[in-house]
């Protein structure tokens, strides 16, 4: 771990990190974000609330990069050891800070509350640091910068909580990354959404361009239901941005319309914006997906315009009432079957006067499963003023993974039923 | 870091982590459940696909704990240093085991695919070590035990994949773990589930048990929504268990009907329970929530008994068409009143015949509130047998945490309505 120059480092302290009470969304957070303003992390460190611990991790990520970023261990409960952890690191003695008490005092005055006993030691900080003012809680960060032969240096400590922690990384420490010369540039990189194949067919698809050797670097990751591919260049500036386009438009050539489009794109939004530029209205009934599908709707801002209504028909007796589906069609076909989903769709449709209506009707287990229906067994239906159209889809994975494939495959098919397109078009050839 | 008995370390690997494309997930899980083997974790690293900085980490990993697992660079995927770096930390040279080869030749006849050209880099591991199957992918994992000097120490290698990092911890790491001689007994450990107050809130009525210095130890992490208390015993065996007893004990007398219920509960179970156990059925009526409160209730296996329609009624036409909301009524009091939301859960329970209703309608922002009504008011109804009640929650945050919030809220009010509670109890005194 040599290399030292524009890049970051980060040690998340927390015994609940090392105990699995808590996912490390900050440090993930983080990592994107020092990125983005030209120091890429090149180590992470996870302790518990040790002192020692955390001593010898803030000596391991100097050694890694001249920037560090500690977060946990300073809030407002009792469980504060991360001061006196980064003072050890740094060989600097403990004091309070008059400022950092002031800020204290501050905190509680604007809020009209006494200032709790014990609040003093909020205020202790390594001989050397500045606080750094918590607009969202009580504890003030550390903000530490080397001099002499620890000249470039920076050391900021900020709250786990995540708004606070976020808050005060903005506040503090990007303006002094955005100052100093040895800032990389940001990485020059382009993105392709993609839905409707898996991640392992799309890698077989652009195998050749993923080598390890290339540049740009292309690699994919899963995320709710889509894939994303990614093409990042090494080399910088216009060099960089016509690999990284090049890349991108050979992805395009290959994958067809199983391209959402350029970027890290919400299906969400995708189908949303479609149906709002269009002046469309869409409605939703759903079984297994429980409202996951109207739900996704909403948390597109804006889009009440275009979303008239959802249903949650999950018993039988709700397909009947809510939606209309006749009870001899579920006696005969059976609530997952293509006739129970056209009807779902045509009765969410009837019912809210929608351009567009879907419905999903599926089993996603843990039991319900048969030899014919296995779990995962998901019907689509979707109607709209050309008529109507089903497909089936068998997902796998357990309960929570049916549910949430559905979910996504539900904004692709709307998509494509918005788009004109197939709901399944041929696969491209490995 | 030199305590390095029944400890076990974690080092994640991948590009997607430290560019923050990803969260950690999986360090998060193995975690917890090295934790629960007896074997807490004493440090997490995180490295990019670098063999230098893989190697270096796996070494900083051994010298913490003498159990360390690694996960990631090693899948069907080009960017594949991870075994180089492994053998490095542990000085082996790399060779193509024979036993490798056979389960990737094994799993692809089982797809009756043929195997892909560099499939055989896959089974190259560092001498001495076995391959594990990887029942889920076609990289199988490389599980490394010390002797000589290295005597006790336990090293495995899987993919990141979640599903594949689980099952392969599970069926190969476990249990080895269960017959080390060194294995700490199980955390003597409890938990409280609360819901309706904030954490900051809870910690201050519960503030004296959290000091830092007492056992049992008493945290809180707030989850979707709730709170979660956990207590915590150093002390082993049953006078560990009777002082996790004592603390438990006094925080549900301080926190009284705020209290869930004893573990780590989800609200949704819990409301679910209490429909299926008394025969009573449930719908639903959602306007910023937009399905999030009926997908609750399906998450629940087996809910459908009890969970007999919901609607999503964003737009005030849908309020209207869908759960029989005046027209008048919007016009006179606007969709966020108490009006409204009452009229929404009764037109829910007409509709559906439920014998509880539940309905939702609120300002989610980021736009639409005002100086009376600001972003994050929703007003909750209720109607049954008994009638309708309405109650007012304004929610901080932005547009996901205030439907998050909401979503949570409407649980716990549906819990405290089956349960005969007030929808507002008064708070305990701090």
Request: glycine share 14%.
């Amino acid at each position: 771990m040599t290399d030292a120059a524009a890049r970051a480092a980060i040690v998340s302290v927390g015994d609940e990190l090392l105990a699995g009470r808590v996912v490390d969304t900050n440090a993930s957070w983080a990592s994107a974000r020092l990125r983005e303003e030209g120091f890429p992390v090149a180590l992470r460190l996870a302790v518990g609330d040790d002192e020692a611990a955390i001593a010898w991790a803030v000596r391991q990520a100097f050694d890694a990069a001249p920037v560090v970023v500690v977060g946990g261990g300073i809030g407002p409960t009792r469980d504060d050891v991360t001061r006196g952890g980064v003072a050890g690191a740094l060989n600097a003695p403990v004091a309070e800070h008059a400022g950092a008490l002031a800020l204290i005092r501050a905190t509680y005055s604007q809020r009209g509350l006494p200032m709790p006993a014990g609040s003093e030691t909020q205020a202790l900080m390594p001989a050397g640091a500045e606080p750094v003012p918590n607009g969202n809680g009580t504890a003030p960060g550390i903000l530490w910068r080397g001099s002499g032969r620890a000249e470039g240096r920076v050391l900021i400590v900020v709250p786990g909580v995540p708004a606070e922690f976020r808050s005060m990384i903005e506040s503090a420490l990007v303006p002094i990354l955005r100052a100093r010369a040895d800032r990389g540039g940001p990485p020059v990189s382009g993105a392709i959404t993609l839905a409707g194949m898996r991640e392992v067919d799309v890698g077989r698809t652009v195998a050749d361009l993923m080598d390890r050797g290339r540049d740009p670097l292309v690699g994919s990751y899963p995320k709710r239901g889509r894939v994303v591919l990614f093409a990042e260049s090494r080399a910088g500036g216009s060099e960089g941005a016509r690999r990284v386009e090049d890349a991108l438009a050979e992805i395009e050539r290959r994958l067809g319309d199983f391209v959402v489009g350029r970027g890290d794109l919400l299906l969400e939004e995708v189908v949303a914006g479609l149906l709002l530029s269009r002046g469309l209205t869409v409605a939703v009934a759903e079984s297994l997906t429980g409202g996951l599908v109207a739900d996704g709707l909403v948390e597109v801002p804006g889009v009440s315009k275009a979303f008239l209504a959802g249903f949650v028909a999950y018993a039988n007796r709700a397909k009947t009432q809510v939606l209309g589906v006749p009870e001899a069609l579920l006696a005969k076909h059976g609530a997952v079957s293509e006739e129970c989903v056209r009807a779902m769709a045509e009765g969410a449709r009837a019912r809210s006067g929608a351009d567009l209506a879907i419905a999903l009707t599926g089993i996603a287990g843990p039991s319900g499963g048969s030899e014919d229906k296995p779990v995962g067994t998901t019907w689509f239906g979707l109607a709209d003023a050309n008529g109507t159209v089903a497909a089936r889809v068998v997902f796998p994975g357990d309960r929570a993974a049916v549910r949430a494939y559905a979910r996504a495959r539900a904004f692709d098919f709307m998509r494509r039923r918005l788009l004109g397109l197939p709901l399944f078009p041929p696969r491209p050839a490995p």
